[in-house]
């Protein structure tokens, strides 16, 4: 038992407990009566050794490691329990304070003493496990707790280092087609205004539909292309049935961004083919672009690669799969997620 539990559910544990003894003794001595008198006077009594032992010899000794000195208190806080109940029992309800027994024999001898003190510490054990177990269920409940705000921190933190980093390269792109007065610009602004949508209210979303996630990868796409022009070939293929697939915002977008980030330098070109396929319970996503091997990234798979890495391990712990490679001039991405 507990104080962070309401005292109500004390009072319904002594009056339960009260009520299986007076009954269970009752009936073994075929007198009632007397059973709600011995109990009457015994029961008081438990509940302050009880208490005695949990609130102060515990906390006190045991949780110290102090068992030596815990043992010492207990026996004698039995000792003085099994005095006050013998003398009072003696001195309100009975001499015979052992019926139980065949004759009639005499309190304050070394058997009593044993029965006495075996059944209390039954009921110190009792509630002691009673104790240990909530005891258990609170650190448990709070350790989730904590658990689940670093989560969330931890996410959000994330979060925030990935979304400037992707308005930084979007707007670059836009402020060089502004220089230039390009058409494009006004389309850019819309694209970027949907893009910024995105990243300021939609991922603030726990899921959402993998098709929504795609139509923001496409719109990214486009507007990298208005920036390369013809100097990027892109394709997005879609394997399975997806409509039903939701999945945490921002997690395959960072790919694709990577890919542009580091396959395009100077004049070179690029062909970026993108996969989604669902297979039973998992969702594949592949991605593979070109890239120049003379250009070696001070950060090979960049800022918003490494927090992906971390938002996996967060939120499928060892459930996932992540093969990032570069050979014969490709760069290549192997994603494998339940859904």
């Keep these: 038992m507990d104080r962070t539990i309401k005292r109500r559910y004390h009072l319904y544990f002594w009056i339960i407990y009260f009520l299986f003894n007076v009954i269970r003794w009752g009936s073994y001595f075929n007198d009632y009566w007397y059973s ?17 032992n949990i609130y102060y010899l515990v906390p006190k000794f045991l949780y110290k490691k102090k068992y030596v000195h815990y ?17 009072l029992n003696l001195l309100l309800v009975t001499e015979d304070i052992w019926p139980e027994v065949e004759g009639r024999l ?58 400037p980093h992707f308005f930084f390269n979007t707007l670059n792109s836009l402020y060089s087609h502004t220089i230039k007065k390009s058409d494009l610009a006004p389309v850019m602004v819309v694209k970027l205004s949907n893009f910024m949508r995105y990243v300021i209210y939609d991922t603030s ?35 399975g049935n997806i409509d039903d697939v939701e999945v945490v915002p921002m997690l395959f977008l960072p790919f694709v961004e990577n890919a542009f980030k580091h396959g395009l330098k100077e004049n070179d070109e690029m062909e970026l083919v993108i996969s989604f396929e669902k297979k039973q319970n998992e969702l594949i996503f592949t991605s593979k672009n070109n890239y120049n091997d003379q250009y070696k990234p001070t950060e090979p798979h960049g800022i918003g690669i490494k927090n992906v890495k971390r938002r996996l391990e967060i939120l499928y712990q060892k459930k996932f799969t992540l093969d990032i ?12 997620i339940p859904i």
């Excluded at 795609?214 to 394709?235: A, F, P, T």
């Excluded at 014969?328 to 192997?334: C, G, H, K, P, V």
Aim: contains cysteine; hydrophobic residues 45%.
């Design 106 to 163: 005499d309190p304050f001898g070394f058997n009593h003493i044993v029965a006495v003190v075996v059944g209390e510490l039954y009921v110190i054990g009792l509630t002691s496990a009673i104790k240990f177990t909530i005891d258990f269920l609170i650190v448990q409940n709070k350790n989730r707790h904590l658990s689940e705000l670093q989560y969330k921190t931890e996410l959000k933190y994330l979060k925030a280092q990935i979304q």
């Design 205 to 239: 979303e726990k899921k959402l539909p993998l098709l929504q996630e795609i139509n923001h990868i496409d719109n990214y796409i486009e507007l990298e292309k208005m920036r390369y022009g013809d100097r990027v070939v892109s394709e997005v293929d879609i394997h």
């Design 36 to 52: 709600v008198k011995s109990n009457l006077v015994e029961f008081p009594l438990h509940i302050i050794l009880v208490y005695f």
């Design 71 to 87: 043992v010492i208190f207990l026996c004698l806080s039995l000792g003085v329990h099994y005095l006050l109940r013998s003398g």
């Design 325 to 336: 490679s570069q050979k014969n001039n490709e760069y290549s991405i192997l994603l494998k």
